[in-house]
């Protein structure tokens, strides 16, 4: 695609309740990244891909959040028994190559957590 | 580790009027430095990267941002500002290892551009 895409553009869900979030990166990029950022903060980072394997997870909060790039495209970021700190803007990024110093990023999915 | 701080939350300023907005880090190590900016109900898009050489870098809708390793600064710069520059605007770091595969940013500054 033109650009990174992201659904849902915004999620609302009750505590306790998992949600997925969906990346579609622009088409033939190696690297995928996921941050999280608060209200009022700057991106956070959460994790990152090249082609289909993860190879950083360290930004992961806990053991509720997981992601995962089966096929090297598509990247769904998962997180389960959602809390209401947990609220965030999830935002997925994607670069050409591996190690590349730019990388583009989605507008982002708006999650809240009531 | 690195860290970024981005010491003004908000910068307000008259359209046509210069404007900086600040950014210190720390790191033990060599690094990337970056200004993302983003504007209302977009995503964050890339301004400018010091990755070597000249440490005046220049980028994007005349923004420009100078590297100064002795003050561990890279201010984010414009000489006369315009309405539609009103965004979020974040510096960003990272190792040279890592590259940009693991941003560490500042908290944001907000730019408001009064008429």
């Known amino acids: 695609g033109a650009g990174v895409s992201q659904s849902p553009r915004y999620k609302v869900t009750k505590r306790g309740q998992d949600v997925a979030l969906r990346c579609d990166p622009i088409s033939g990029h190696v690297s995928l990244y996921w941050y999280r950022q608060a209200l009022g903060q700057g991106p956070e980072f959460l994790t990152y891909f090249n082609y289909e394997a993860q190879q950083d997870k360290s930004g992961l909060p806990n053991d509720r959040f997981s992601a995962e790039r089966p096929e090297g495209s598509i990247s769904t970021l998962t997180i389960q028994r959602t809390e209401q700190r947990d609220s965030a803007m999830y935002r997925c990024?994607?670069?050409?190559?591996?190690?590349?110093?730019?990388?583009?990023f989605g507008e982002g999915s708006w999650l809240t957590v009531v | 580790a690195q860290s970024v701080t981005q010491l003004d939350s908000q910068v307000p300023v008259f359209e046509e009027a210069p404007v900086e907005l600040r950014c210190n880090y720390s790191s033990s190590v060599s690094v990337y430095l970056f200004w993302y900016v983003q504007y209302p109900n977009q995503g964050l898009q890339l301004l400018l990267k010091?990755?070597?050489?000249?440490?005046l870098v220049k980028g994007i809708n005349g923004f420009e941002a100078e590297f100064n390793k002795s003050q561990t600064s890279f201010h984010l710069r414009k000489p006369s500002v315009h309405i539609s520059d009103t965004a979020e605007y974040f510096c960003a770091v990272s190792d040279l290892i890592q590259g940009a595969q693991k941003l560490v940013f500042g908290q944001g500054t907000r730019l408001t551009i009064n008429p």
């Open positions: 990024a994607s670069s050409l190559r591996a190690g590349d110093n730019t990388i583009y």
């Open positions: 010091y990755l070597s050489g000249s440490t």
